[in-house]
């Protein structure tokens, strides 16, 4: 077992006869401590309080927001794609809400290219044999206008994608794949068997409204698959884990970047997040036994958040990639989602 596993695993098993003394180290509300109410809140079983102190410990001082968010009983998974109700005028099409556009640079790795809203974004990966995209955005125009776009600013060309990766089959993830086979019709798209099928089927928003977002289009050379998939292309592999919940195919990716000239690997959960009701401990638990074995340093996302563009400014070749958590940080984040989740299941 190389250092980075045996850090993980030894806070996993952090024995629990300790934690009553560790409490007593430190007064109420002490800066040591996880924000409260919210660690914990709803947890009642002496199982779960020793979990969330076991996370706790495996937060630190950095990871106290991961820790409040995810120690928690999460409100049950909403009900999706459920028609207006019977005898119900259905909404029209509901267009797409304007959001606010990240600012160049989009630049964030050696190799690595992020494009889209301050909502949802795309991934451009740039290999010796070509280009790898992680999700389309939302809408053609959104494709055309800020991925296509932002690409030809960073002298990347959409003739030259060879495989666009669908995280999972949400509209705000695959609505602008049409559109670029429009413009490079070679292009393979790679998505999990389930989210396939279950993107033929009409997706209505949680008003009623149909999903506005074109369909993705099964075409000859596109690849399916049952539970994992690796996908190589130049010096890049992407491994996809099928992680349903979300939607009953998303996908979990574990994919290696260049940072500074040296090789790091992106952690990416592929939709929602993992503290999610609709994520069960058992799938949680899959992709990061998986992830584990890649030594993650970085954790990505297709909802990158509002202070991206922020940290997009700081990013300096041979400086310290905002970025990059490092092994150890990424390490303690899955056991702190770990722990939670094992907490919110023993209540």
Not at 2 to 22: C, D, K, R, T
Not at 202 to 227: C, E, H, N, R, T
Not at 269 to 281: K, M, V
Not at 317 to 339: D, H
Request: glycine fraction near 8%.
């Amino acid at each position: 077992m190389n250092s980075w596993s045996a850090g993980v695993a030894a806070i996993l098993a952090f024995p629990l006869a300790l934690q009553p003394l560790l409490a007593q180290q430190a007064p109420p509300q002490s800066p040591a401590e996880p924000p409260a109410p919210a660690v914990g809140d709803g947890l009642y079983s002496d199982a779960a309080k020793r979990l969330v102190a076991e996370a706790a410990i495996a937060a630190g001082q950095d990871l106290t927001a991961e820790l409040a968010l995810m120690c928690r009983k999460q409100p049950p998974p909403r009900v999706p794609n459920r028609p207006a109700a019977e005898g119900a005028a259905a909404p029209a099409p509901r267009p797409p809400r304007p959001q606010p556009l990240l600012h160049a640079p989009n630049r964030v790795f050696d190799n690595v290219y992020h494009f889209g809203t301050s909502q949802v974004g795309a991934t451009v990966i740039r290999t010796s044999a070509g280009l790898i995209l992680i999700d389309t955005l939302m809408t053609a125009a959104n494709a055309e206008h800020l991925l296509v776009a932002g690409m030809a600013r960073e002298g990347l060309h959409v003739r030259d994608i060879k495989y666009v990766v669908l995280t999972h089959a949400h509209g705000d993830h695959h609505g602008g794949l049409t559109y670029l086979r429009s413009l490079n019709p070679a292009i393979r798209a790679a998505m999990s068997a389930d989210d396939w099928a279950y993107s033929r089927a009409p997706f209505y928003m949680p008003d009623g409204s149909l999903d506005p977002a074109p369909k993705p289009v099964w075409q000859k050379g596109d690849i399916s698959y049952a539970d994992t998939l690796r996908l190589k292309l130049g010096g890049t592999t992407i491994h996809l884990v099928k992680t349903p919940g979300h939607t009953p195919g998303t996908s979990g990716l574990l994919y290696n970047v260049t940072v500074n000239g040296r090789q790091e690997t992106v952690m990416q959960w592929g939709g929602g997040q993992p503290q999610n009701a609709d994520y069960s401990l058992a799938t949680v638990e899959t992709f990061f036994a998986a992830a584990k074995a890649s030594r993650p340093s970085i954790l990505w996302s297709s909802h990158n958040g509002p202070d991206f563009s922020a940290k997009a400014a700081q990013v300096q070749p041979g400086s310290p990639n905002p970025f990059v958590w490092g092994q150890e940080k990424i390490g303690r984040y899955i056991a702190v989602v770990t722990l939670c989740k094992r907490a919110v299941a023993a209540g």
